[in-house]
């Protein structure tokens, strides 16, 4: 008999055991079987919030077994909270098994849909924290399938919140936004008082599901705040698609001995390496940040040509090859891009620590030993 933690049939709970066990299935999307399995010891030492700031603390992660959420858990687990993850495992999404590799027996997971309302109730009470990164990504696929954008980052936000207003008041939220919802910056570096431009459906609704935890806080006062997030990159990241991030895709045909393309190459950029991401999030839980929105930058802006340079030389060679952008890319492209972000630094006290070319170097060694489980393409060569 599986043991059952909701009284909703869709949200079934199984434990399996931890070594030896199956990756886990893939969900085809809608409403999944929830199933929650110990997720091996976390990896120690590290900058951030002291341990005891986190020791025996419940958090739930939406998303969790994507790029940020699944290093944001590792972070946790690292520091001794409870975490419970949520996900859908919609393989076009990004969430991964092996992301939670290290940690399986220190967390648990919970496959379902925030799509669906009735699975939300039991899994937000009694958390302390919720970081909530739950969403579609891609801004093409949200240009030729809005109503699935429109579905995951704006009507799924609404569940969460009234599950949160009605069932855990007492939490705290930190959503993840995106810098897409300024669009094509009217000056730089792109500051919170900037015009909020978004330039596709996905820019759109990210900002309705950043507007909902805003107006959650003003008028039901639950302590949601949000990070508006530049480009993140780092271990766990998607590299088969370039449905994440571009960078991605260059990391992957690098590693292979393949060429990848840059498309215009003169654009600015700035970056933030996975793990100052994590410490964005975990600086976020405090009260100096409630109802309001940051950007999260890094360190100083790139072209897309002199970062294609910098990948290149801390992977030891390759190439690249500059192109015009595809005409359904350029309509939606933003140009220039890169954020203020010293509001979030006063409040919190957070600042990046990883460089570009140090990150680049963490990266590339990570998956020269772990391509093989985030590729459906060849190993890197011999």
């Given at each position: 008999m599986l043991p059952i933690e909701t009284p909703y049939l869709t949200n079934l709970t199984f434990n399996t055991a931890a070594s030896g066990s199956n990756p886990g299935p893939e969900s085809t999307g809608g409403t999944s079987p929830s199933i929650s399995r110990p997720v091996a010891a976390a990896p120690g030492g590290g900058p951030g919030a002291a341990s005891n700031d986190w020791a025996g603390r419940s958090v739930l992660i939406t998303g969790g077994l994507g790029f940020i959420g699944s290093s944001l858990a590792h972070r946790l687990v690292e520091m001794g909270a409870d975490v419970l993850i949520v996900d859908s495992l919609i393989p076009q999404y990004g969430g991964n098994w092996f992301n939670l590799h290290g940690i399986e027996d220190r967390i648990k997971v919970n496959l379902s849909d925030l799509r669906d309302r009735h699975v939300l109730p039991h899994l937000v009470r009694g958390r302390d924290v919720i970081f909530n990164l739950v969403g579609q990504t891609s801004h093409l696929d949200s240009m030729t399938d809005p109503l699935t954008d429109l579905a995951?980052?704006?009507?799924?936000?609404?569940?969460?919140?009234?599950?949160?207003?009605?069932?855990a008041p007492q939490t705290r939220i930190v959503f993840a936004s995106?810098?897409?919802?300024?669009?094509?910056?009217?000056?730089?570096?792109?500051?919170?008082?900037?015009?909020?431009?978004?330039?596709?459906?996905?820019?759109?609704n990210k900002l309705a599901g950043e507007f909902y935890h805003l107006l959650y806080h003003r008028v039901h006062g639950l302590r949601a705040s949000s990070l508006r997030l530049t480009n993140t990159y780092g271990p766990r990241m998607r590299v088969k698609d370039a449905r994440q991030t571009f960078l991605g895709i260059w990391i992957r045909l690098a590693l292979q001995g393949k060429p990848f393309e840059v498309w215009g190459g003169e654009q600015l950029r700035d970056f933030t390496y996975v793990d100052d991401a994590?410490?964005?999030?975990?600086?976020?839980?405090?009260?100096?940040?409630?109802?309001?929105?940051?950007?999260?930058?890094?360190f100083p802006p790139?072209?897309?040509?002199?970062?294609?340079?910098?990948?290149?030389?801390?992977?030891?060679?390759?190439?690249?090859?500059?192109?015009?952008?595809?005409?359904?890319?350029?309509?939606?492209?933003?140009?220039?891009?890169?954020?203020?972000?010293?509001?979030?630094?006063?409040?919190?006290?957070?600042?990046?620590?990883?460089?570009?070319a140090e990150g680049l170097g963490r990266t590339l060694d990570w998956y020269r030993a772990n391509l093989q489980h985030y590729s459906e393409e060849e190993e890197i060569p011999k």
């Open positions: 995951i980052n704006t009507e799924a936000q609404l569940h969460l919140l009234e599950a949160c207003r009605k069932d995106t810098r897409q919802i300024y669009g094509a910056p009217s000056y730089l570096p792109v500051d919170e008082r900037h015009p909020l431009v978004p330039p596709d459906v996905n820019g759109i994590v410490e964005a999030f975990l600086a976020a839980v405090t009260p100096a940040t409630e109802g309001k929105a940051f950007n999260i930058g890094g790139l072209s897309l040509a002199a970062l294609a340079e910098t990948l290149l030389a801390a992977n030891g060679g390759g190439s690249s090859v500059i192109k015009p952008f595809p005409p359904d890319r350029k309509k939606i492209d933003i140009g220039d891009y890169h954020a203020d972000d010293s509001a979030f630094r006063a409040a919190t006290g957070w600042r990046p620590r990883v460089d570009m």
